[in-house]
């Protein structure tokens, strides 16, 4: 009966039955493909199925079916999540017919299609696949390379790719494909080869037949193979041998493994990138032609294997060959060349060659290797079908170049050649599969010889190369690996399932629910041989499965294979087998621990295989053993213990130690029967009749060994000790002398067992898990049980030390005297005593201990991977105790000994290896390093918490220091494991939630409740409500704004009808009064814009909405509408047109550039009416502004310009042009040039461009080529400024504006470059530039265009003088661009202002604001923020005899024009004014703000003054504009109340001269003030000011339609100088924008030192390069430093995000809104109130602590004092504030 225990031991049961059926399957008979076929009967049925060569339509249809049902495939692989987690489920790839349906989940998780494909033609193979998208080729930074996962799907003639990020690629193939298989680089290609394609002559190549794609746009490319020949030399060509075909490949390690079918040898090779030098000896043979030298270097041996080296003749390209067998073998080709679908084009083939890297290539490649029948270049189309195509060949040479391959075979290993060898010995299914100890093994299963073969191999110590060693072979039918836990599962031919690891069996697997095939024939059929009826007497079959305890299960027929009888029945077996029912076919779909079974009659089944062991205790030990034993005898260890723990009816969790334990000791050579300790394990239902045969009745009476069994019982020890026993005087029980017999046996140790040599190498790991153990506060049972186990080993070993160690810990479960198993003297000496053991045990506790004391200790010995904690706890004292930064930066620590089984260096040595006490660095940068580094190797707070206290208190305080300082930019995890959840928020997203509910309460309360309903809204209801109350917290200035700004609501319209005025003339008049009201409304929208800046993220499936500009009027008192359309006044043509661009740019600027937006949703808003086409046109220029517009598509931005609506070209030229800011574009730049005759070639046609389209794309080409100094754009640009007009009527309306734009396009272009213009000192820019300021006779023209400007004007006579009116600001400004912040002095003179009389008269006042304001801007560094500064720019004959505007008396001179010098004065003032406003732009600065306030109130008085007709109202107007516009600059953003009370003030008036560009500058001021809401701000930087000098440039258009001298457009361009600078501080566990307070640190500058100021955020914060560094500072708040030195990337990622910081309320501390003076804060309680109340703890407070909902909701209940707990249980929910209100 022995034969038989042994076999029931090693039995192994299955797991989780389940029926399988592929999912794919089901799924296809309802995914929508019917469709398709009834589509097809539409089609003649000659066309659709010629191809197919079946006759008719239904014969054709029935034949599809047929052919699906054969043709269905899957595969299945482990689940991968897209996040990286470990995902436990299989995803299955499943093909039918034209489909392919990938599909993911297991039976416990949601089984879901995750993608369905539908292909055109029948699918011949689908694989998953990982392409690498690789900056460069090369090997060494493969891992820095992304990954792009895909799918391809292999048809007859393409294959299709599609990455889970959504592209899709499709290649067309040049030949037929055998098989694909996917690689660690990308796909391999093998090219079926048909008979006929022998070459015709000796002479001819054979073509490669392995070929590689890397990626879905690259070439594909022949494979090479480097083989060694006989004499060791190795040998680099294309594979082409037709006799190889690949059987297997592998992505990691990458190995392919072929079968040459004419020698029957399987073969390994290495797949890897070819080296440089093996291409060129490649490409090298086939350059040179057939010359002699090379045709004796290769020898005869590989003539099989030819290379491509040999042509016809010497001269002969290469390929010229491949012509000559494209059309020599067609004439002869069987019909398979030609019956492929003729669905590929040559355009398909062509489609790759898009790719711009590739280009040309892409397609000769295909064309190099074409075997298909129809050629697919249409180059060679006439030659190829000519029948004499050997000579023609001949001049094809030069064009065809040899494509590079890109993937090498390295030959690896063959297997050696036998004497019987048939001839199909092909491998059906080849695996690597790793044993228990991680030795590795390729496994091949030879069908026809049911042979499984096992080669061993593993990796060379260098790690380059694999080495293959010996063979083993099983006997098997089909085979298939487990990789969860390195074993495989082999079926016998027998029908039996075995599981083996490596190549050693473990046993077989007993399925539950499945016959074991053994038993079943011995059943029916009893042989002679075989003993049945000494077993049992045979059962009915529905017995047999359904008693597991039976014995019968195991009938021993198998165990007796080797007697010959079996062996001639074994037909005779299978065949009986069938009649009987199921047996198990075959073994496919392995993944992880799960494998699919198929049976005999076509169903499947899925099991799961047993893990090794499921409780961590035991994984950990089984781990450690594994890791010390030599690896056979850890292979047989393993094998044993799994034999017994996964016997049917295994062990439940709980009783898996006991079990562990008891097998060891078997192993070890112990009885574990006659062990006291052992003994009265229970394992929770005997485990198998390897430890009860058969159980025992359970008698009804009970005995006396159960009273026994009580007492002896751990319970009873426990109860008897107890205390509470001995104060009640409980004598102690007798118990029966069980223990002491016990005691006085000795036992002794069996030394021939497997691991009785090894004992005290496994005592000592042991020893060490159990000191990891105590690092871990969860694993205390774990501990507990170990002990016992140690403490026997201890005792045998006679190992005192550890003896007393552990009575030490444990001194209850550690008994001093206990039964010793006496080791013979004698057999002491064959146990192996490791080098690492040794005598005093080690601790981790005392090692700690001795570090802290500062004493030297010896380096604690650890087992990789299993003792981890230990080693974390080990270094991280030695960095933070010791100080030592070394001992985490390298691997081999002198605190640590690796313990490996190789001998290490004797004691002696290491005891010298003592480390001292050394403290070098300070503690906060310690702390620093610590904690980055334990995220870095993956502790986090979980981890923290397990530790012990004592231990973890060191890295506790570490974690305390980073708390208080930390760095901004650490990553999440580190952040987490301090417990700043205000910084870990911030890393992980720094966003503001988008959702209504938390920021953006829907303002109900500004509007008042009667209009809200009716009215449609204004265009600024997005704005972020709860930031803005925390700025502006003390009025309603932003409710003030949105009323001044709000275009959507009619005006009111106050005229008092006197008596003589009749009612149509009353009508007229308020009609009159209303079109000067619109005069405003027109131009709100502008400021509306600025307003609303970017504050709103749009929903992809809504247009946007765009407020309606509402021009009509109420009359009071009646409310009576006055509308402007009545026809009874005159009002202006098109008056509203630029109106509505205006708000179609303030809607469209409302959009965040963080939004997603496409294409799509552009053209989507594209309204229905052509009326609102002018808004639609404004949106446009503002996607462009914020960025979106360049995900336009090119076509739609074309089929917009060619509808040749103005405004739409307009907006959508300059809005591409800011989206490409400085990129110098090259599509962008001929889409402008198309618009600019100057930028065209002289003989093009003459395209009529509008002439404010051309104005736009010449300050588009600003735009693009801005600061690039791109000296072609600069030249034409300076020709534009002096064009001069043209014959007939061009060029002749509004130049003012392209001279202007012109010189603001050559201003940026040449952007701050000053002097050092590269390569263009020959323009002679300035000179040429003051010469159109000052005038002077015009240049001759140079270049392509002077043709043009030969006959002069009909409309306006020049001369040959320059018409400095029109180019005078252009190039002012153009100059001032050129030499911004260059502190240039001589060209800042020639911008002086005239100081004598005679040359004032000669400038416009105007051009006196442009030259004060661009000399300024030039001197950049001279600007002072004080009106003694301003003053200094008046010259001096200006300033002695100015008037005061004040006095009455004008002084009466004859040599002075006092006309001209006022208004020289105001407006060289006003420049001065509108220089300062850009050299302080969105600073603040309260010196600047003063001095412009002040001559902002000096204008508002000189236009009440009596005498400022002399200067002209209109000039005074213009000044004060720009004053206020100065003011708003200096102030963006900051919503500053003065300056708010100016504009509000412009506002109101309205008519005299009042018109629509001075509504529009006031406007513009009131946006720039609350610029983007508060949350944007101007910028200085060279960029900023040159659009802001397009947007504010200081002269206003008279009417709303005027663009004579600026065009209106532009006044949108200040968005590119806006930058968000608003730092919004939010609390992290409430979500909710708070107050805090901040540091400001300023860098010294020439003007001051390094400062610092408190700020209250939220605040805008002042230009980032003026900072040195930003903290939030204490008391209230967690402190976080924000430091700028390092770069002023994270700041600018936080302020683009919303500028959200996260920051964190102190324990005890209220925000700065609940309790401004800090009076309620805990410590101040405590210290205010002395009576006693105030000590009593109020459930409230605790929300100071924690925001853990449930620690308030438990002191919501449990702390409140109530009035009578008896209600308690009644009324729990009594009103919250009670208790507050008498304790207060």
């Not at 003649?44 to 079916?65: C, K, R």
């Not at 050629?375 to 190829?384: E, L, Y």
């Not at 048939?422 to 049911?450: H, R």
């Not at 600065?1485 to 002209?1512: E, I, R």
């Amino acid at each position: 009966m022995s034969n038989f225990y042994e076999e029931r031991a090693t039995m192994i049961a299955a797991g989780d039955l389940q029926e399988f059926v592929p999912f794919g399957r089901d799924h296809c008979k309802h995914h929508p493909n019917a469709l398709n076929l009834q589509l097809r009967q539409l089609q003649p049925a000659s066309e659709l199925w010629s191809s197919d060569g079946a006759a008719g339509l239904v014969g054709s249809l029935q034949e599809v079916t047929i052919h699906e049902k054969q043709k269905e495939s899957w595969q299945l692989r482990k689940g991968v999540s897209e996040i990286g987690e470990e995902v436990d489920y299989d995803e299955e790839l499943y093909v039918a017919g034209n489909m392919v349906i990938w599909s993911k989940g297991s039976k416990s998780q949601a089984l879901a299609v995750y993608k369905a494909f539908t292909v055109d033609s029948p699918v011949q193979q689908a694989l998953w696949c990982d392409f690498i998208i690789s900056q460069d080729k090369s090997e060494k930074d493969y891992g820095s390379d992304e990954v792009e996962k895909c799918i391809c799907i292999l048809q007859s003639s393409c294959i299709n790719m599609h990455s889970i990020e959504g592209k899709d690629y499709i290649a067309s193939l040049p030949f037929q494909v055998a098989n694909v298989w996917p690689t660690k680089y990308g796909l391999l290609f093998e090219r079926s080869s048909s008979s006929h394609e022998v070459p015709p002559g000796p002479p001819r190549e054979p073509l490669p037949t392995m070929f590689s794609m890397l990626h879905p746009l690259d070439e594909i490319t022949p494979l090479v193979c480097k083989s060694g020949s006989l004499f060791g030399s190795s040998r680099v060509q294309y594979v082409v041998d037709h006799a190889m075909k690949i059987v297997f490949l592998n992505t990691d390690p990458s190995v392919v493994m072929t079968y040459d079918t004419v020698q029957g040898l399987h073969s390994v090779w290495a797949l890897r990138r070819v080296k440089t030098e093996e291409e060129n000896v490649v490409l090298k043979f086939s350059e040179q032609g057939g010359t002699p030298q090379n045709v004796a270097t290769s020898s005869s041996l590989t003539a099989h294997l030819r290379s491509l080296s040999r042509g016809d003749s010497p001269v002969a390209s290469p390929f010229q060959n491949y012509s000559s067998i494209h059309s020599q073998s067609r004439s002869a080709s069987s019909p398979s060349l030609h019956s492929r679908s003729p669905s590929i084009s040559n355009m398909a083939a062509l489609s790759r060659a898009h790719s711009p890297a590739l280009g040309v290539h892409s397609f000769s490649g295909v064309q190099r290797f074409n075997l298909s029948s129809h050629n697919q270049s249409p180059k060679r189309h006439s030659i190829s079908h000519s029948p004499n195509s050997n000579s023609n060949g001949s001049f094809l040479a030069p064009e065809t170049e040899p494509i590079v391959p890109e993937l090498c075979m390295d030959h690896l290993w063959t297997e050696t050649i036998t004497n019987i060898r048939e001839k199909n010995s092909q491998a059906s299914k080849v695996f690597i599969t790793s044993d228990l100890c991680g030795q590795k093994f390729l496994c091949f299963l030879v069908e026809s010889q049911l042979q499984l073969r096992c080669v061993k191999f593993q990796e060379s110590n260098d790690k380059t190369q694999l080495i293959f060693g010996s063979v083993t072979n099983i006997q098997a039918k089909d085979a298939a690996p487990v990789e969860k836990i390195d074993t495989m599962l082999v079926l016998e031919g027998s029908g039996n399932l075995v599981l083996y690891t490596g190549v050693v069996r473990v046993g077989k697997v007993f399925i539950p629910g499945l016959p074991a095939p053994s038993l079943t024939m011995s059943n029916t059929m009893p042989r002679p041989s075989t003993p049945l009826d000494s077993v049992s007497t045979p059962n009915p079959l529905s017995k047999l499965l359904g008693s597991l305890d039976e014995a019968v299960l195991l009938s021993p027929v198998p165990e007796l294979r080797d007697s010959s009888k079996l062996h001639d029945s074994l037909y005779n077996e299978d065949c009986t087998f069938q009649q009987l029912g199921t047996y198990i076919h075959s073994i496919r779909d392995p993944v992880h621990n799960r494998v699919t079974l198929e049976l005999s009659n076509g169903s499947m089944v899925r099991i799961t295989i047993p893990e090794i062991a499921t409780s961590e205790l035991v994984q950990t030990c089984l781990q450690a053993i594994k890791f010390i034993l030599p690896k056979e005898v850890a292979v047989q260890m393993l094998v044993k213990w799994y034999s017994v723990h996964s016997a049917p009816g295994g062990p439940s969790y709980h009783s898996e130690w006991n079990l562990f334990v008891t097998c060891l000791m078997n192993m070890m050579g112990y009885n574990t029967d006659r062990l006291a300790w052992t003994r009265n394990f229970d394992f929770e239902g005997s485990l198998s009749p390897v430890i009860a045969p058969k159980k025992a009745r359970p008698s009804e009476t009970g005995s006396d060994d159960d009273w026994e069994y009580l007492l002896n019982s751990d319970y009873h020890q426990n109860v008897e000790s107890h205390l509470l026993n001995r104060s009640l005087c409980l004598s102690p029980l007798e118990v029966s002398q069980m223990k002491d017999e016990d005691l006085s046996q000795n036992l002794s140790l069996d030394s021939s067992t497997l691991l009785f040599t090894h004992i005290p190498a496994i005592f000592f790991v042991l020893h060490l898990v159990y000191e990891e153990l105590k690092l871990n506060t969860l694993m205390g049972e774990g501990i507990r049980s170990l002990v016992e186990l140690l403490v026997q080993l201890a005792r045998d070993l006679k190992l005192e030390a550890y003896v007393d160690h552990y009575y030490r810990d444990y001194p209850a479960l550690v008994r001093t005297t206990g039964q010793v198993c006496t080791i013979d003297q004698g057999q002491t000496g064959f146990m192996h005593h490791p080098s690492f053991f040794t005598s005093e045990p080690p601790s981790i506790y005392q090692w700690v201990s001795s570090c802290l004391k500062g004493e030297g200790m010896p380096p604690y010995p650890y087992l990789p991977v299993i003792c981890e904690r230990s080693r974390l706890v080990v270094l991280s004292i030695a960095l933070y105790i010791l100080g030592d930064e070394s001992s985490v930066s390298d691997e081999s620590s002198q605190y640590l000994s690796r313990i490996s089984i190789a001998p290490q260096k004797s004691q002696a040595e290491q005891e010298e290896n003592r480390f001292s006490f050394r403290h070098s660095t300070s503690v906060s940068s310690l702390a620093e390093r610590l904690v980055v580094w334990m995220t870095n190797v993956g502790f986090a707070l979980r981890d923290l918490e397990t530790l012990p206290f004592g231990i973890a208190l060191p890295i506790r305080d570490a974690i305390y220091h980073c708390r208080e300082q930390p760095a901004s930019d650490w990553p999440e995890a580190v952040c987490l494991l301090i417990g700043r959840q205000d910084l870990s928020k911030q890393a992980c997203e720094g966003n503001l939630p988008k959702g209504k509910s938390s920021v953006t309460q829907v303002l109900s309360s500004d509007v008042p409740s009667g209009t809200e309903t009716e009215e449609e809204d204004d265009g600024m209801n997005d704005m972020n409500q709860e930031v803005m109350s925390l700025i502006w917290s003390e009025d309603l200035r932003v409710q003030d704004v949105r009323r001044l700004l709000q275009s959507a609501h009619p005006v009111r319209v106050n005229v008092v009808q006197y008596p003589e005025l009749s009612d149509h003339e009353f009508i007229e008049e308020k009609e009159n009064r209303l079109l000067q009201l619109c005069q405003r409304t027109m131009a709100l929208p502008v400021g509306r814009g600025m307003f609303t800046l970017f504050s709103y993220h749009p929903v992809p499936t809504e247009p946007l909405p765009i407020p309606k500009l509402n021009l009509t009027g109420r009359a009071p008192p009646r409310n009576t509408t006055v509308d402007l359309n009545s026809g009874n006044i005159d009002v202006p043509p098109n008056m509203t047109s630029w109106a509505s661009f205006h708000n179609g740019v303030a809607a469209g600027l409302k959009i965040a550039p963080a939004s997603q937006i496409d294409s799509a949703w552009i053209v989507y808003n594209k309204p229905k009416h052509a009326e609102l086409a002018n808004e639609y046109a404004g949106f446009l220029m503002a996607l462009g502004l914020n960025g979106h517009l360049t995900k336009l598509a090119t076509l739609n931005i074309h089929d917009y310009l060619t509808k040749g609506h103005e405004m739409t070209s307009i907006g959508l030229l300059l809005g591409v042009s800011a989206a490409k800011l400085g990129t110098m574009d090259m599509s962008i730049t001929r889409l402008l040039s198309i618009h600019i005759p100057a930028l065209l070639p002289p003989t093009s046609t003459e395209l009529d461009v509008p002439h404010n389209v051309q104005v736009a794309a010449v300050v588009g080409i600003g735009l693009v080529y801005q600061g690039t100094a791109h000296r072609h754009t600069a030249e034409v640009l300076l020709a534009e400024i002096g064009r001069p007009p043209g014959p007939e009527m061009e060029y002749c309306t509004d130049r003012e504006s392209y001279s202007l734009a012109a010189g603001l396009a050559l201003g940026m272009v040449c952007l701050g470059h000053g002097s050092n213009l590269i390569g263009m000192s020959d323009l002679n820019v300035p000179e040429q530039l003051y010469q159109y300021m000052v005038g002077g006779h015009r240049r001759f023209q140079a270049g392509m265009h002077r043709e043009k400007h030969k006959s002069p004007s009909y409309q306006i006579k020049e001369g040959d003088t320059i018409n400095v009116d029109v180019t005078c600001p252009g190039a002012t400004l153009a100059l001032a661009m050129i030499y911004l912040k260059t502190n240039n002095r001589s060209i800042a003179d020639w911008l002086r202002a005239p100081d004598t009389m005679y040359l004032l008269d000669f400038v416009k006042p105007e051009f006196l604001l442009l030259r004060t304001l661009a000399r300024c801007l030039i001197l950049w560094d001279d600007i002072l923020p004080n009106s003694k500064w301003v003053d200094s720019n008046v010259p001096q004959i200006i300033r002695e005899n100015s008037i005061s505007l004040s006095e009455i008396e004008l002084p009466c001179s004859e040599d002075l024009n006092l006309e001209t010098l006022s208004q020289a004065h105001v407006y060289i003032i006003a420049g001065a004014c509108l220089s300062l406003g850009f050299r302080f732009a969105g600073s603040e600065n309260l010196s600047a703000f003063n001095c412009l306030h002040k001559f902002a109130k000096d204008f508002m008085t000189y236009l009440s003054a009596p005498n400022a007709s002399v200067t002209g109202p209109y000039n005074l107007e213009t000044c004060l504009s720009v004053v206020l516009l100065s003011l708003a600059m200096v102030m963006a953003g900051s919503g500053n109340l003065k300056v708010l009370q100016l504009c509000r003030f412009l506002h109101m008036k309205t008519g005299g001269e009042m018109n629509y560009g001075f509504h529009l500058a006031h406007h513009m001021a009131l946006g720039l003030l609350f610029l983007g809401g508060g949350r944007y701000s101007l910028s200085t930087s060279n960029s900023s000011i040159a659009a802001l000098l397009c947007a504010l440039y200081p002269h206003f258009p008279a009417h709303s339609t005027d663009n004579r001298y600026h065009l209106q457009a532009l006044r949108h361009l200040y968005v590119l100088a806006a930058e968000p600078r608003l730092l919004v501080p939010v609390d992290v566990d409430t979500n909710t924008p708070c107050y805090a307070l901040l540091e400001v640190t300023y860098k010294g500058t020439q003007w001051y030192e390094q400062t610092k100021e408190e700020l209250m955020a939220p605040t805008l914060l002042p230009e980032l390069h003026l900072l040195k560094q930003i903290k939030v500072k204490g008391p209230r708040y967690w402190e976080l430093l924000i430091d700028l030195s390092k770069g002023t990337q994270h700041l600018k990622s936080i302020l683009s995000k919303d500028g959200v910081l996260y920051v964190k309320l102190r324990a005890g501390q209220l925000s700065y809104k609940e309790d401004p003076m800090g009076w309620q804060s805990l410590l101040a309680q405590t210290v205010a109130n002395r009576n006693s109340e105030a000590r009593a703890f109020k459930p409230e407070t605790i929300s100071a602590f924690t925001s853990d909902p449930a620690l308030l909701s438990f002191a919501e209940y449990f702390c409140k004092p109530t009035v009578n707990m008896g209600q308690m249980g009644i009324l729990p929910l009594r009103d919250v504030t009670c208790p507050r209100s008498h304790s207060q």
